[in-house]
Nanobody, 124 residues
Framework: QVQLVESGGGLVQAGGSLRLSCAAS????????MGWFRQAPGKEREFVAS????????YYGNSVKGRFTISRENAKNMVYLQMNNLNFEDTAVYYC????WGTGSSAEADFEFWGQGTQVTVSS
């Protein structure tokens, strides 16, 4: 069973930064595309960022472009989300997800494995 475990969430002031990490196991990590999604209270889950298997192509949701950066370390089975200039609207549970087809996508349906999520709260 594929496991994805997020960490690094917490409480941060507006304008601050956080780095989320996702540790993946029980999959051939280097062949999977990885993504981050988020869900705020009362809202649908939203695409944040994804990265293809080879670390060449990255994709971002419009609301985070220029502020967030996704990266991966295939040797460590890790994917990261560096979040800068956070604002109140970034408050959400952030989920790590894996897509076995590896090309990178913004579509939630393309990601078949999901972590449990980590809470990010931005205080205004």
């Amino acid at each position: 069973q594929v496991q994805l475990v997020e960490s690094g969430g917490g409480l941060v002031q507006a304008g601050g930064s956080l780095r989320l990490s996702c540790a993946a196991s029980r999959l051939t990590f280097s062949t999977f595309a990885m993504g981050w999604f988020r869900q705020a209270p009362g809202k649908e889950r939203e695409f944040v960022a994804s990265i293809n298997w080879s670390d060449i192509n990255t994709y971002y949701g419009n609301s985070v472009k220029g502020r967030f950066t996704i990266s991966r370390e295939n040797a460590k089975n890790m994917v990261y989300l560096q979040m800068n200039n956070l604002n109140f609207e970034d408050t959400a549970v952030y989920y790590c997800a894996a897509d076995r087809w590896g090309t990178g996508s913004s579509a939630e349906a393309d990601f078949e494995f999901w972590g449990q999520g980590t809470q990010v709260t931005v205080s205004s």
